[in-house]
Every structure is written in structure tokens, then in C-alpha cells.
């Protein structure tokens, strides 16, 4: 498949699209996941990078689906669980099982 880019479309094999679509280049400095954050951070979730689907699924269905965003409201004092909200609802996360979930944040 070519891809093609110009202005502000992009075009597959020649064929232009029926509305612009925003192209954003990702850099490993935006890219995260939970574990990295603190108390207080803020970000959106950038992919769900986890093993097993059903509990990706489970994830998909408590709000952290691609976009979503998100506030660090608490961490345990020995770091586990992570508290967070998104979507209105506070969810706590363990951290092993936050690893697959990649964020960006604005000010990386």
C-alpha cells in the first residue's frame, strides 16, 4: 500500500480521502505508560499494548480506550495501586497490570 502525503490529506494509491485527516508524528519522549507518572499528572491514553485480550477488554470497558484522558489522582505510599480518573470514575490499578498501558502526556 502507498501512502501518500500532501497538504493536509493523505491519499492511498492516488485516491484522495473524503475529509482531512491529522497526522501526528510520535516520538519516544511522548510515549509513557502509568508507572511513570505522579500524583497530580495528567495525559491521555495513547495505545492499550496488552497480552491478554480479555483482560484488555475488561480495561476497554472501565474507559482507558485510545484517547481517553486521565488524571494520576493517587499513588500508594509503596507505589501500588494507582488511582486514576477518567471518563468521571476513579480506578484503581495495579501497576503489573498497567505496564501495557501506553499514554502521552503534554508536557513530555
Known sequence: MQVILNNSNICRTGKPTERPIQVKKWSQSMIATLNDLTTGDHGRIAKLDVANRAYKQQLMAMGLTRG?????????????????????SALSLRKSDTIGVQIETDDR
Open 68 to 88: 481517553a484522558e486521565f488524571t494520576v489522582m493517587r499513588i500508594a505510599p509503596l507505589g501500588d495501586p494507582i488511582e486514576i480518573k477518567v471518563r468521571g
